[in-house]
T-cell receptor
Framework: AQTVTQSQPEMSVQEAETVTLSCTYD???????LFWYKQPPSRQMILVIR??????QNATENRFSVNFQKAAKSFSLKISDSQLGDTAMYFC???????????????FGKGTHLIIQP | NAGVTQTPKFQVLKTGQSMTLQCAQD?????MSWYRQDPGMGLRLIHY???????DQGEVPNGYNVSRSTTEDFPLRLLSAAPSQTSVYFC????????????FGSGTRLTVV
């Protein structure tokens, strides 16, 4: 079984600052996928960024980037030039690789509530 | 495309009642799954399916049944509702390519009194 830990229940930064959300995970799998999801007050779960464990290069999506450290089992999310619309719950999620290119269910951390102050 | 559609959005049940939460997707996704979200707990996997006719249990399956008769639909059944099942329920779907990531529905808020 996998576990995902987000050690920061809440964070608050000023608009335009850079913020990093932490995520660690525990697994015996060698091949897996990692995701960050955003959940604004609307409750909708929105995929922010994804990372394949076999790729050494860190994923980036516009202002969002990750620092993936496989040996340390760490997967942090960096948000640059933060905006008021970034205020949301952020969830780190793990999915193990299934042979044949299949998918599996997601294991989530408990989330970090990020508040962007004007 | 409508994406992942969940109905109803809100529901109040009495203890012991049964009901079905509906989930449908129009993206021809093979993989579908159900999660519940409780305060301070993140999302936890209830059941998932890798294709029509195939389902499997997740982390918290007790009290819930699923079936997958078509690619598009993946209903979640509460057999005898209990107050502990008060939660927000999310359905999600994904392409066969695992790194695509899951697309989520907008959720159903269920209250059991």
């Amino acid at each position: 079984a996998q576990t995902v830990t987000q050690s920061q229940p809440e964070m608050s930064v000023q608009e335009a600052e850079t913020v990093t959300l932490s995520c660690t995970y525990d697994t015996s799998e060698n091949n897996y996928y990692l995701f960050w999801y955003k959940q604004p007050p609307s409750r909708q779960m929105i995929l922010v960024i994804r990372q394949e464990a076999y790729k050494q290069q860190n994923a980036t999506e516009n202002r969002f980037s990750v620092n993936f450290q496989k040996a340390a089992k760490s997967f942090s999310l960096k948000i640059s030039d933060s905006q008021l619309g970034d205020t949301a719950m952020y969830f780190c999620a793990f999915m193990r690789y299934v042979s044949g290119g299949g998918a599996d269910g997601l294991t989530f951390g408990k989330g970090t509530h990020l508040i962007i102050q004007p | 495309n409508a994406g992942v559609t969940q109905t109803p959005k809100f529901q109040v049940l009495k203890t012991g009642q049964s009901m079905t939460l509906q989930c449908a997707q129009d993206m021809n996704h093979e993989y579908m799954s159900w999660y519940r979200q409780d305060p301070g707990m993140g999302l936890r996997l209830i059941h998932y399916s890798v294709g029509a006719g195939i389902t499997d249990q997740g982390e918290v399956p007790n009290g819930y049944n699923v079936s997958r008769s078509t690619t598009e639909d993946f209903p979640l059944r509460l057999l005898s509702a209990a107050p502990s099942q008060t939660s927000v329920y999310f359905c999600a779907s994904s392409l066969r390519a695992a790194n695509y990531g899951y697309t989520f529905g907008s959720g159903t808020r269920l209250t059991v009194v």
